[in-house]
Each structure stands twice: as C-alpha cells, then as structure tokens.
T-cell receptor, first 116, second 116 residues
C-alpha cells in the first residue's frame, strides 16, 4: 500500500514570496491533516479536512495560509506571502475516518521550507 | 486544552540498556495517548496508543507504555536499546469524542542517541 505522498521535499524562497505544497493521502482515507513542525518542537495542526470539508482550521493563520482539498482526495497548502517565521517542515497526514478520534494518522515525509 | 510534557530534549542510552522516555499529560478527562517515532527525513510513525482498556500497551519494535491515571503519565520503555532505535520520539494526546476538540497535541519530542 502506498503511503502519504508529498511534494516538493524541499523549498527555499525569499520572504514575501508565495509557495504551495501538495499532498496525496493514502487511498480511501477520508481525513487529511496539515501540520507545521518548527525545529525543536512537535507538530502543530494547521487544518483538518474530512473528505473535502474543513473540520478544524482554528490554528491556521488565515491572513496568509490557505488550503483546499478538491474532490476529497489530494490537497494543497499555500502560503502567501511567506514570512521568516514560516520556516518549518510541513507534514501531511491521513486517517481512515473522523468518527474514530483514536484512528492512527499516517504521515508523509514532509516538505522542508526555508524562508530567507 | 489537552497537552503533554516531555522533559529532556536529548536522551543518550547505551546499546543494550533500558530506554525510558517520560510523558506527562494534562487533560480534563481521561485522554487518548500516543507515541510516535520519527526517523531522519521521514514522517512520523505510530509506535503505540492507549484509548481504553488495558493500561499496559505494547507497540512495535519492542516498545511498550503504561497509562497511569494517578500520575498523569504515559512513559515509553524498551528493555534493551538497539542502534536502530536512534530517532526522535513524540508523545501526543487527544480527547475522546464528545469532550471538546479532538486535535492531536504533540509534545516537543525526545531525540534519542544510542551509544555503541
């Protein structure tokens, strides 16, 4: 079974530029998550989708971050414009269903973003 | 909101010695608890989880953890460390369905170094 796919793996941009990350979850997984992991910290949830609807985006900085999950499958996360403090690893995860909050989340390898 | 505390960002252990990683949680109700492992340049992988039932939970790669409500703890152990255990370990907590937000909250992680 293929895992969670993410691209690109690495991205370097200058502040005020825009950037987009892509995630393809495990086939059949209804729930998709985007996390931000700053160096030295644990992952922090940015947004959670069930199918193509948003379940939780309370920690997403909506003035600069946006995310969508078209057709309930793959997803994109965009930052526009980027700030220095956005330098982090962006992790995508998926799980089978929202009904079980104890469901295992399967993580992709992440995209390492450096903002100069 | 629920949270976990992991003390000691770096943990050194000799090969063959006991691995002990401490995790204490804060929650208004009995939570669901998880341990994830992250190998270099890879996504997080579930080691084990506690939801309900038996408080001693066994996971992959010989790891286990015990939920102790009286101590608000969920410490991770492995009797004998192997070189392949070198990685970063994260404790995480969420609440059962119906008890507030079901966001998975991660600790800051422990970087484990195994000394030959």
């Amino acid at each position: 079974e293929a895992g969670v796919a993410q691209s690109p793996r690495y991205k370097i941009i200058e502040k005020r530029q825009s950037v987009a990350f892509w995630c393809n979850p495990i086939s059949g997984h209804a729930t998709l998550y985007w996390y931000q992991q700053i160096l030295g910290q644990g992952p922090k949830l940015l947004i959670q989708f069930q199918n193509n609807g948003v379940v939780d985006d309370s920690q997403l900085p909506k003035d600069r971050f946006s995310a969508e999950r078209l057709k309930g499958v793959d997803s994109t996360l965009k930052i526009q414009p980027a700030k220095l403090e956005d330098s982090a690893v962006y992790l995508c995860a998926s799980s089978l269903e929202l009904a079980g909050v104890a469901d295992t989340q399967y993580f992709g390898p992440g995209t390492r973003l450096t903002v100069l | 909101a629920q949270s976990v505390t992991q003390l000691g960002s770096h943990v050194s252990v000799s090969e063959g010695a006991l691995v002990l990683l401490r995790c204490n949680y804060s929650s208004s109700v009995p939570p669901y608890l998880f341990w994830y492992v992250q190998y270099p340049n890879q996504g997080l992988q579930l080691l084990l989880k506690y939801t309900t039932g038996a408080t001693l939970v066994k996971g992959i790669n010989g790891f286990e953890a015990e939920f102790k409500k009286s101590e608000t703890s969920f410490h991770l152990t492995k009797p004998s460390a192997h070189m392949s255990d070198a990685a970063e370990y994260f404790c995480a907590v969420t609440l059962p369905r119906g008890y507030g937000n079901n966001r998975l909250a991660f600790g800051k992680g422990n970087q484990v170094v195994v000394i030959p």
